[in-house]
């Protein structure tokens, strides 16, 4: 059977976003796991929080459309929000609403996606005919870091990483899902987790900014 992001392996990862780990993301509700939800409620408490947002949101996945600057017809109906060739943020659903952009992970997660990289491929490694832009990747990371204030995320690997990130870090598997794991200035892609660490600290650059 497919691992899915159900209850128990999502609270999992807020666990671990919030610093309390609770063993392998793994969809197991162990000793570890209700330790390490205890003391997020408690570390919680303490700041006047909830252990998340009543809304729901816990996480922003990164992705790219596979196409080009502009928004394409699927890209519309896939994504949360949509980056433009030109940096614009285009938002298409409301954060809380459920979409279809991240196989058997979708519940609480943000879809925040690039137009860029159509006729891009993996191996050997091609741009296409839009590779991402540093504006795109600077807008992501800003859009990421307002969303991340709004609905008390934190930037960590279990809650705000890129659609190559999920299957290793969440344990969800995915069909050979390689955005993000190139940048722009970079020869080729890389190991996804390294790549979201790169992203991961330009949204907390844009955090010590709001």
Same mark, same amino acid.
């Given at each position: 059977?497919?691992?899915?992001?159900?209850?128990? *392996?999502?609270?999992?990862?807020?666990?671990?976003?919030?610093?309390?780990?609770?063993?392998?993301?793994?969809?197991?509700?162990?000793? *570890?796991?209700?330790?390490?939800?205890?003391?997020?409620?408690?570390?919680?408490?303490? !700041?006047?929080?909830?252990?998340?947002?009543?809304?729901?949101?816990?996480?922003?996945?990164?992705?790219?459309?596979?196409?080009?600057?502009?928004?394409?017809?699927?890209?519309?109906?896939?994504?949360?929000?949509?980056?433009?060739? &030109?940096?614009?943020?285009?938002?298409?659903? &409301?954060?809380?609403?459920? *979409?279809?952009?991240?196989?058997? =992970?979708?519940?609480?997660?943000?879809?925040?996606?690039?137009?860029?990289?159509?006729?891009?491929?993996?191996?050997?490694?091609?741009?296409?005919?839009?590779?991402?832009?540093?504006?795109? #990747?600077?807008?992501?990371?800003?859009?990421?870091?307002?969303?991340?204030?709004?609905? &008390?995320?934190?930037?960590?690997?279990?809650?705000?990483?890129?659609?190559?990130?999920?299957?290793?870090?969440?344990?969800? #598997?995915?069909?050979?899902?390689? @955005?993000?794991?190139?940048?722009?200035?970079? =020869?080729?892609?890389? @190991?996804?987790?390294? #790549?979201? @660490? !790169?992203?991961? @600290?330009?949204?907390?650059?844009?955090?010590?900014?709001?």
């Amino acid at each position: 059977m497919t691992a899915v992001m159900n209850a128990v *392996r999502a609270r999992q990862a807020r666990c671990a976003a919030l610093g309390f780990w609770p063993g392998p993301i793994d969809g197991i509700d162990g000793n *570890r796991t209700r330790a390490a939800y205890a003391a997020a409620l408690t570390a919680q408490k303490t !700041r006047g929080l909830l252990f998340q947002h009543p809304s729901g949101v816990t996480r922003v996945h990164w992705h790219w459309a596979a196409s080009g600057y502009a928004a394409s017809t699927e890209a519309t109906a896939a994504y949360h929000a949509l980056i433009l060739g &030109d940096g614009e943020v285009r938002w298409l659903a &409301d954060p809380a609403a459920q *979409r279809a952009h991240t196989q058997g =992970a979708n519940g609480g997660a943000i879809g925040l996606s690039i137009c860029a990289m159509a006729g891009a491929n993996e191996r050997p490694f091609v741009w296409g005919r839009a590779p991402i832009r540093p504006v795109q #990747v600077s807008a992501l990371a800003r859009e990421t870091a307002r969303l991340c204030r709004l609905y &008390d995320i934190p930037v960590s690997r279990w809650s705000t990483l890129s659609h190559a990130e999920i299957q290793p870090s969440l344990g969800v #598997v995915q069909k050979n899902k390689w @955005d993000i794991t190139v940048l722009p200035g970079m =020869a080729g892609p890389a @190991d996804p987790i390294s #790549v979201g @660490d !790169r992203l991961r @600290d330009l949204v907390s650059r844009e955090l010590s900014t709001l």
